[in-house]
């Protein structure tokens, strides 16, 4: 009840003025994202990589309605990939694309604009070296993704996508994409979803990662784990032993400012494990799914307004 009210808040102009024009959110804030600036994004990445992490950033927008948004996202990507290279940091950290922020919701030819301007992105990458993946937003868009997917790794076979476990077709698509050269971020999904396309109960969607996972570790492509939990994370260590995959064929994934500790034992143990860090300015629908997941995160924000206040 609460989770559904979150991630309808998420999408609701109404409440998003609320959230964000209380000054008391931004330390909460500050836990999920890197900072506004791309500067911000370059300094925790940094970090992270001299602490023996991964990293993908994302610059952070959605859902956009205006052609010139969709532009400027891609101009800071550009200029993100550039600031990559020039500090030796591109071959540890790549870029998350929302196709939502590059065109995809446009009224108007939306998958054709979102499609040109993600290939722009991946140009980019390829040039300084890294990787793009795809993220993945509500149901509406899948195929869509998929299809943009697919004509992308024509010219950049390294292009990799979000798969979500909560999604009754995902198993399909895990087997669909589970091919040689192929990189899938799996995750459990984060958005508000019908019964008619999605389990509902917490326990089918593990259920269901479990099985997607067994599809892509038995596969030939490259899995990434993006979870916190720490049963699945346990589990896909069994399922990689067992499918004859060494540290460096998988890597663990977690979201910058959640379970830092665990992130930490994983690459010390020679896992590649990569942190997703968001940065920029529209951090609203990103923080509310944060809030979402999490019970205890509600109550973190509640008690920072009201010690605060
Ligand atoms: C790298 C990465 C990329 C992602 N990309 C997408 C995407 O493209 N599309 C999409 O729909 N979803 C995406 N997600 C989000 C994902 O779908 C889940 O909503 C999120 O990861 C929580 O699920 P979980 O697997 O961690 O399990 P859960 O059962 O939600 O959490 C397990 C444990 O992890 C910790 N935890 C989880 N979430 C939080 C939190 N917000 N704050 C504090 N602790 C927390 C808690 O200890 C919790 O008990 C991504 C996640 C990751 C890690």
New binding site residues.
Partial sequence: MLRSSLLFASRSPAARTLVETTPLTKPVVDR?VAGSAVDDAIRITRELVDSGRYV?LDHLGEDTVQTTDADATVEAYLRLLGLLQETGLSERAEV?V?LSAVGQSLPKNGHRIALENAHKICSAAGVVGTTVTL????HTTTDSTLDILAELRLDFPWVGA?L?A?LKRTEGDCRDLATAGSRV?L?????KEPESVAYQD?HEV?LS?VRCLKALMNGSGYP?V?????R?IEIAGDLAASAGRRPGEFEY???Y???PTEQLRLSGEGHRM???VPYGDEWYGYFM??????P??IAFFLRSLLTRG
């Avoid at 993220?135 to 509500?138: G, H, T």
């Fill in positions: 999920f993908t998350s929302k993220d993945m937003e509500d979000v979500q909560y971020r995750c459990k999904g984060a958005y917490k593990d990662y990434m993006a979870s916190h939990d720490p699945l994934q977690m979201l400012g959640i379970r990569r942190v997703y799914r944060r809030l979402a997941e999490r205890a995160n």
